[in-house]
């Protein structure tokens, strides 16, 4: 069985968080920990509450960690994981609440880590892998090793539930070499993650059928608890109920080689440590079952029959519903040998009942990855869609030129003969047939045309899938050489280089976005719009911040759900802050309002920044716009962010304007209070910004 770290919170180093919280808090943290660590959660929790409300005034740190210990509670001892996930909620509001950035930083990720793991055991897989991806984009900027090891350790155990057993392999190598790099002495959660990681590869390998890579991993994960478990008196017994679960793994090798009685020797010795009370049953069941496995392969029924015997009552006060279905199946196969088929058929059946249970469950993972995949290919057609849409658009220009130039000299030819004879009538009809017949040859030219664009359009494709990787791979490249040992010039070429390819992937998938939003279908939804709209601000509060700007969020006073595509809108929301914060001089204020109006919400995003100048303002909307400008500290603009926000409103029903002044500019979404149908009757109104 792969291990998982039993808290998320209350094993933390005293060391790291002990200056993010008040004095007043800092006792009950250090008392509720050791309560944790001594496995005494219930009563650490009592003791907190009771504490807890008798602080003055506790701050958003304070009351994160306090929501964190409840969440451990609830989420790793009851696996009460809806409770679970409220609380990491709470943990996210007192996350975004916080106003220094290593804090926000550091409670984000957890927080997102927590929501992710929850949603993971709620078998919510989609939402599980948006909180781990959101983790994965702040940890690519501010995150260090320990947290992007955290990261790269729940992406492994992904894989391996998808039985992706070498990338999981990987992902759990890279974890461990995250994790390596960070000198921490007597920190038992390093400690555990380092153990399991090394276990977890050695499974990985196992199951991918690596066997000798297997047993190198495991040896190496046996070692590793005998020389440091010891450093960690606390956790009394943990030593040999890590080494218990290393044994177990280690024996299903042997059981592939053929080699039965080392196997039978590591899963008695297994057995014998996590039968114990207050040890792993969980992985002494599984341990049996293997050892059930060999008695029956060898045809020793009787040890087979005392085996099962004996693991029945352990199943019947301990769940295991893969134990449970294994046990069925054994008993089964015992009974046939015993030529006992009623008895057989009964277990079998429930074996197979059992299986199908476990079954249904795995395949959510698995369409969670086909859904993924199928996301790709919509993206990759996109793309293409936009391709052949811009060939198309050129080509209609250009018929449309030369027809207009066409139209021209037939009227002038009208007007000359008509006050001509009609010798002249009969030269136009003439010149009426020689034109029919260009005509006929500008069709034939445009199909050859359309041809040579198909091709061309090919060609294009290819380029775009080969562009694209190996531009990313110069930015991840350059981010890596840029933390190595160079010279200051060195360092500020490969910089330039990083900063250049990461503009270019952002060029090219502001292309994507506006491929996505001219050819997809909008999948609206119910969406809470304070909830969206404050979610977007949130997540933009420190861009802003390092512009020295702030943004004042002013909400509906009571909730409003919408029904929208809450990934579209929630990136036109996020587009117009972004702009307001870029085009704003340092220490401005952005405002954003939502209120409502008629049958419609509005919301409008305010600056006080550069303006738009008159002349640019009938091309703001326009895609590939020369209305562009860099931002107020010479930040990028592709000109393509406005054009994609506002095809988006009009497939949402919506609409999207603006009103500019040289001192700042004022940009008005508005979304129908109606069923959301698209293509709803949203309207621009004159809305006054107030606050």
Known sequence: MVFFLVCLTGCEKQSDDSGRYTEAFLPVFNQTTRFFDADQTEKGLTYLDSTFSKLSSPSYSDRFRFYAFHYVHYQRVLHNYPTALLYADSMMQMANKTSDKPDYVHYLAEANYAKGDTYFDLNQYNESYQC????????KSYLNNEALSDYTYRMGMIMYKKSRYLAAANYFKESYKQRSDIKAENDFVAFYRMQELLDNIGLSHKHNGDLDSALVYFNKATLFVSANADKYPEKKGFKEMALGVIYGNEAEVYIEQKKYDNAIDLLQKSIAINKQKGFDNTDAQYAQIKLARIYADQHQITKLKGLLDELRPQLDSTRNGTAEAEWHR???????????????????????????????????????????QLSNYEKAHEIELLNENN??????????????LMALVIILLVYRYWRRSKNDVRLMNQLNKQINEQNSNLEKALEKLQVSSQEKDRILRAVAHDLRNPIGGIASLTTIMAEEAYSDEQKEMINLVRETSYNSLELINEILEAANVTSIQLNPEPVEINALVNNSVELLRFKAAEKGQQILFDPLPAPQELQISREKIWRVISNLVSNAIKFSPTGATVYVLVEKAADQVIISVKDNGIGIPEKMQDQVFNMFTSAQ?????GEKSFGLGLSICQQIMEKSGGAIWFNSRKDGTTFYISLPLTDGSVGGSAQKISV????
């Open 132 to 139: 781990y991806y959101q983790g994965y984009l702040l940890g």
């Open 629 to 633: 400008r860099p931002g107020t500290a």
């Open 330 to 372: 054994l008993m089964g196969e015992y009974y046939i040998t015993q030529n006992n088929l009623q008895q057989a058929m009964s277990h079998l059946q429930l074996y197979n009942t059992l299986k199908d249970s476990l079954a249904k469950q795995t395949s959510l993972l698995r369409e969670s990855d086909v859904n993924e």
């Open 391 to 404: 060939k198309i658009q050129r080509i209609y220009l250009v018929v449309s030129i030369l027809f207009g």
């Open 688 to 691: 006054p910004f107030t606050r």
